[in-house]
């Protein structure tokens, strides 16, 4: 017998042996990083870079593939409780030492998750990971000139590639609102002095918004250069405009944040995508309801939110908990009780 | 259907207002749901399966008396804490909100042979939203008693105390033949189903995997100590079995608990639902130890009320519910686990019996409500 059916013995008879449970859910008592194990991974510390911006090294668990610099992470943390999905850019560089890495969130207002994460997350909290992912990265081969176009948070996947790999000819543009809400400005100072790196801030509150035509100035080789930008969806539209115009689009990547704000409004059109039905349900009718007007097959049981033989996952929009009122917006995983749920608005149920 | 109505000085509008008031509670408890409760449930399964763990270690050298006792014991509670505290709540969905997938409604498997989705079918769906009423409830008497007075006796009845005491031995297994309905589906035309025999099936894979984890796996990791393994095992179940079915006979059993028709729940409003699991219930009181033993199924009354709230909060909840019962002039019925098994047990005696004579009962006020 080869040595990997084997294994698939052995592990079978350990699966008796801690029946119903997992043997993992065992072994995760004890070594919750451990290769095979759900990837996740350990903040190990917390430092602050801005008044709203810090930078958390995490430990990844042995099944951690490693990333290509750019790239972002997608990560749960548990929030009073509830876990919630994020997806942050990886700023250390991929030949990092201790196996660490890094990620750097700036708080929003508003946001649960990155205001948790600055403000309240402590070094040995557990999180989950998934693999790095994204192609906002660099090419294999080298280019000669590199511009480097970001604003705000969107330093962050540039910062890993700048953390990565050396250019011969590297300009950034940044913009910030003020000198303190540069992340990473220190580094940035020290890479400037270095000549290795030449940096054009643009202070937003008192020089105002970046003028893609000031580019010229700016950067006058622009055009020659592979450019990387990151920010606000009205700097990347620009961006985008601009490189067509100039009939260089193909020097221009670009990464986008996902829009995260959901208009919770009164009712919706709501999808079903499993069965591909689309109906309008107004804000007072339960899903299920919904659901098996049109045909479609749900589960279900009591009816009235107490059995939970109705969850269904929310693929996306908002609804509205119909006994309290609370909003639920959709998230990966996230299943709702149809039977007192609502459409807030336009919404997608997996059914 | 008890002879005089409990709830009969109560106006439509007092019960609606009742209603509104419980969902009041309700509400604030979800609304302040957060990291302590989630910390909660996550402390208690790493305890249960540390202790889990360590108890079987200790039964692999059972072949040593002390041993054997201390293993038992520790496996029996562990046993308990994964049917009660754990399973019967994560299966309720009260900790669904945390969005852990590992802890879920949906994909949580508990040490019982009944698989847990056939369960929450009988139970959440059934059982929680027919509370004690005669035909829809089989939680009743399990379909093998007589609860009431109103039901029609038979001969048969006269062996329930014998059934039931089987019952409480072998609770797991009653409790999965009941989640399949086997009475009725074992009828000849009803045995073909292809989903009840899918469901069947399943229940046949659980409860050999179950039967061979315990029975058979864990003794024969004992070596030397294989025979007391297994009837540590055996014991752990026992003890386990027997401990669950009092607790669940005192949910709905004891005098004082009001048993409903079929056709009084006809378009029940949400107040008048809940008005019929604050009077199909029954609590038992105790300390701190005691609630988590039973899985806080010892706050049974909260628990009807709002069986999707983490079981850690029902006794800050209790407060809340039971000034409601007073104001509303309702009986609570709670008391000692002795004297709650003991009302339980006194019923199924009495109903083994045809009734006596139409009689007139007055509920008996709990004590500690008077000598509040
Ligand atoms: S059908 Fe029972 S909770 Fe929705």
């Keep these: ?351 | 259907m008890t002879a005089i109505d409990p709830t009969a000085h109560l106006t439509a509008e007092q019960i609606e207002e009742l209603g509104r008031e419980l969902d009041a509670i309700r509400d604030e408890v979800i609304a302040s749901r957060g990291e302590k409760d989630a910390a909660y449930i996550r402390k208690v399964i790493s305890a249960q399966r540390k202790l889990e763990l360590v108890s079987r270690g200790v039964l692999l050298f059972s072949f040593f008396p002390p041993a054997w006792l201390i293993g038992t014991a520790g496996l029996s509670v562990a046993k308990i804490m994964d049917n009660m505290e754990i399973g019967h709540n994560i299966l309720h969905g009260q900790w669904d909100w945390m969005r852990d997938p590992k802890i879920h409604s949906t994909t949580w498997e508990w040490d019982h042979v009944s698989p847990s989705d056939q369960w929450k079918h009988s139970h959440n769906e059934l059982h929680h939203k027919y509370t004690n009423v005669i035909g829809k409830d089989n939680d009743l008497g399990y379909g093998i008693m007589r609860v009431d007075e109103d039901q029609r006796w038979h001969p048969i009845h006269l062996g329930q105390p014998l059934w039931n005491f089987i019952n409480a031995c072998f609770f797991e297994y009653g409790i999965a033949a009941y989640d399949l309905e086997l009475g009725k589906n074992l009828h000849k035309r009803r045995r073909k189903n292809p989903e009840f025999r899918a469901r069947a099936k399943a229940v046949g894979r659980k409860i050999r995997k179950q039967v061979l984890k315990d029975y058979v796996i864990h003794p024969l990791l004992s070596g030397p100590s294989f025979l007391t393994t297994l009837a540590a095992t055996f014991t752990a179940n026992l003890v386990r079995n027997i401990w669950s079915h009092s607790v669940i006979m005192c949910g709905h059993f004891p005098e004082g608990v009001q048993v409903f028709e079929r056709r009084s729940i006809k378009g029940e409003t949400r107040g008048q639902w809940y008005l019929r699991q604050m009077m199909g219930s029954a609590n038992i009181s105790g300390s701190k130890a005691m609630h988590f033993m039973t899985g806080n199924l010892s706050h049974q009354i909260e628990h009807h009320l709002f069986p999707d709230l983490p079981s850690n909060r029902y006794a800050e909840v209790a407060v809340k519910v039971r000034a409601l019962f007073e104001k509303y002039e309702l009986e609570y019925v709670t008391g000692p686990l002795p004297k709650q098994v003991f009302s339980a047990w006194h019923k199924v005696f009495r109903l083994s019996l045809p009734n006596k004579k139409p009689k007139v009962k007055t509920p008996d006020r709990e004590q500690e409500l008077v000598a509040a």
């Design chain 1, 1 to 351: 017998m080869t040595s990997t059916a084997l294994r698939g013995r052995a592990w079978k008879l350990l699966e008796m042996v801690t029946t119903p449970l997992l043997p993992s859910d065992y072994l995760d008592l004890v070594s919750p990083l451990r290769a095979g194990a759900d990837l996740r991974g350990r903040i190990e510390a917390v430092h602050p870079e801005t008044g709203d911006a810090a930078t958390i090294v995490i430990r990844p668990g042995r099944g951690w593939r490693g990333h290509t610099a750019g790239q972002y992470v997608r990560i749960g943390v548990d929030v009073d409780g509830v876990r919630l999905w994020r997806a942050y850019s990886l700023t250390s560089p991929t030949n990092r030492q201790d196996g660490r890495v890094t990620i750097t969130v700036k708080a929003i207002p508003d946001g649960k998750v990155s205001n948790h994460l600055v403000r309240r997350a402590t070094p040995g909290t557990l999180i989950q990971l998934d693999q790095p992912t994204g192609d906002f990265v660099l090419p294999q081969a080298k280019p000669a000139k590199v511009l480097y176009l970001t604003a705000g948070s969107g330093i962050t996947p540039v910062m890993g590639m700048l953390r990565d790999t050396e250019f011969d000819d590297v300009v950034m543009v940044h913009c910030a609102p003020q000198p303190q809400d540069v992340i990473f400005r220190n580094e940035l100072h020290a890479l400037v002095e270095d000549k290795k790196l030449r940096l054009t801030e643009v202070h937003t509150d008192t020089d105002g918004m970046l003028d893609i035509a000031r580019l010229d100035e700016l950067v006058p080789d622009w055009a020659e250069r592979e450019t990387w930008a990151c920010g606000p969806a009205g700097l990347l539209d620009a961006a985008e405009k601009h490189w067509s115009e100039h009939g260089v689009p193909e020097h221009l990547h670009t990464e986008r944040f996902r829009p995260t704000v959901v208009v919770a409004g009164d009712g919706g059109e709501v999808t079903f995508s499993a069965t591909g039905k689309t109906v309008d349900a107004d804000g007072a009718t339960p899903l299920l309801d919904v659901g098996e007007e049109a045909g479609v097959l749900m589960p279900s049981g009591c009816r009235m939110g107490i059995c939970f033989g109705c969850t269904s996952p929310l693929k996306a929009g908002a609804v509205r908990d119909l006994r309290t009122g609370e909003i639920t917006e959709a998230e990966p995983g996230v299943l709702i009780q149809t039977c007192v749920s609502a459409a807030a608005g336009p919404c997608d149920i997996e059914r």
